[in-house]
């Protein structure tokens, strides 16, 4: 079965989904707030901040429990997500390359996060459900305006 993207993805659009991926649904959703319409070398280098613990993600949407980070309200590091999220850039990156796109005009058009399956995690006495997520991004090549002589 294929997959139907919730956006319309042209000629000059790259693309790449993460299927069941273990991530908080709440945390993805706020990272991909995080880097929506941003350049795909920016958005990288963000993600990167995170999972080095140097720069936090504004917790915009959930803002109650986390508390405030030097310059942002409410934050945090949600490493495990934003690792997830640069490695299905950097594959978009490569679909981009493929077609035949220039990488550094790339800008993320276009990023959701769905609810994936809820499957059982059995244990010792009970059991839990596990965090699952599908996470799609398309990346648009951005057009350059030509200067003309008037």
Same mark, same amino acid.
């Given at each position: 079965?294929?997959? @139907?993207?919730?956006?319309?993805?042209?000629?000059?659009?790259? =693309? $790449?989904?993460?299927?069941?991926?273990?991530?908080?649904? =709440?945390?993805? &959703?706020?990272?991909?707030?995080?880097? +929506?319409? =941003?350049?795909?070398? =920016?958005?990288?280098?963000?993600?990167?901040?995170?999972?080095? @613990?140097?720069? !936090?993600?504004?917790? *915009? +949407?959930? /803002?109650?429990? /986390?508390?405030?980070?030097?310059?942002? !309200? !409410?934050? %945090?590091? /949600?490493?495990?997500?934003? $690792?997830?999220?640069?490695?299905?850039?950097?594959?978009?990156?490569?679909? !981009? #390359?493929?077609?035949?796109?220039?990488?550094?005009?790339? &800008?993320?058009?276009?990023?959701? *996060? #769905? #609810?994936?399956?809820? *499957?059982?995690?059995?244990?010792?006495?009970? %059991?839990?459900?596990?965090?699952?997520?599908?996470?799609?991004?398309?990346?648009?090549? %951005?057009?350059?305006?030509?200067?003309?002589?008037?």
């Amino acid at each position: 079965m294929a997959y @139907l993207y919730s956006t319309v993805a042209g000629e000059n659009c790259a =693309k $790449a989904v993460g299927m069941s991926l273990p991530i908080s649904r =709440k945390k993805s &959703i706020v990272v991909c707030q995080f880097i +929506r319409g =941003k350049s795909l070398q =920016k958005a990288k280098k963000m993600l990167t901040e995170v999972i080095n @613990l140097a720069k !936090a993600v504004p917790f *915009t +949407r959930y /803002p109650n429990g /986390p508390g405030h980070k030097p310059g942002m !309200a !409410a934050g %945090r590091y /949600p490493a495990k997500t934003c $690792a997830h999220i640069l490695g299905l850039l950097e594959s978009a990156e490569a679909n !981009a #390359q493929f077609k035949g796109l220039s990488t550094a005009d790339l &800008i993320v058009k276009h990023i959701t *996060t #769905q #609810q994936g399956p809820k *499957t059982w995690h059995y244990g010792r006495q009970s %059991r839990r459900r596990i965090k699952r997520n599908h996470v799609e991004i398309v990346l648009e090549e %951005r057009k350059v305006k030509k200067e003309g002589k008037k």
